[in-house]
């Protein structure tokens, strides 16, 4: 059953000089979770953030489901730490441990729920005997590395099959999008099964303007596409 619909802002489009005021005005404006892109320039060629900024943003106040995905390699040591800076969600890449149930249980024993990413050319079959220990499959529609992608059309029916996994299961777990998500493709994804949402270029594009209300106009355009799916 497909669940409501969240949006999640990943906050690597955000102007970093901000980061409070962003997470607040945007929170404010109706987002749901805070995706909290992690890379460490050696699973990605990218270089982002860590365990401090989480720990920063709760200490700033923020209450809201922060929903960490870890792009570093190997995975296991920053678990810990990000549960203790202030992890609700911990999503990890199959391809980042070299025993996937065993790193999915350090997030349940550091109390945050575990997500499986998996990558645009990554197979299903990483799902085979994981899923009574996730709460959320995050499906990539770009390659892992940077914000401003263009969404990859044949993760739609990806979507579509990870959906009929999930009913089939029976099983709580929420199907995230992640890459290239727009107002002029997020009610296909929707329609395809999605349920959660990430966006980062398509929400923060703006985020050079002041005014605090700035996010208002696209959270509720996205929410209008999904209603209309
Ligand atoms: C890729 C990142 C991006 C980001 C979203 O590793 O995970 O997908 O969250 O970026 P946009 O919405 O700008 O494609
Ligand atoms: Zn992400």
């Known amino acids: ?21 962003e997470v607040d005005d945007v929170l404010r404006s109706g987002a749901d979770w805070v995706h909290f892109d992690v890379m460490d320039n050696h699973y990605v060629p990218n270089l982002s953030f860590g365990p401090l900024v989480c720990q920063a943003l709760r200490n700033h106040g923020i209450s809201a489901p922060i929903d960490v995905h870890l792009m570093v390699k190997p995975v296991d040591r920053l678990i810990g730490e990000f549960a203790q800076a202030g992890a609700t969600m911990i999503s990890v890449h199959p391809e980042t441990t070299d025993h996937l149930d065993r790193t999915l249980q350090l997030i349940i024993d550091s109390g945050c729920r575990p997500g499986l990413a998996l990558n645009p050319s990554t197979p299903l079959h990483y799902l085979d005997y994981v899923l009574d220990k996730i709460g959320l499959i995050l499906l990539m529609s770009v390659n892992p ?10 993760t ?13 299961s029976g099983l709580d777990i929420r199907l995230q999008v992640d890459g290239g998500v727009k107002k002029d493709n997020i009610r296909a994804i929707y329609a395809a099964g999605a349920d959660t949402f ?7 594009s703006n985020a050079s303007d002041h005014n605090p209300n700035k996010y208002d106009s696209i959270i509720q355009e996205l929410r209008t596409e999904i209603a209309l799916s």
Request: avoid cysteine; glycine fraction near 12%.
């Open 156 to 168: 739609l029916n990806k979507i579509k099959t990870v959906r009929h996994i999930i009913d089939d």
């Open 1 to 21: 059953m497909q669940q409501s619909a969240l949006i999640a802002p990943s906050i690597l489009a955000a102007n970093f000089a901000a980061l409070g005021q």
């Open 198 to 204: 990430v966006a980062g270029s398509a929400i923060f």
């Open 145 to 154: 590395g940077f914000g401003g992608q263009s969404f990859i059309p044949g």
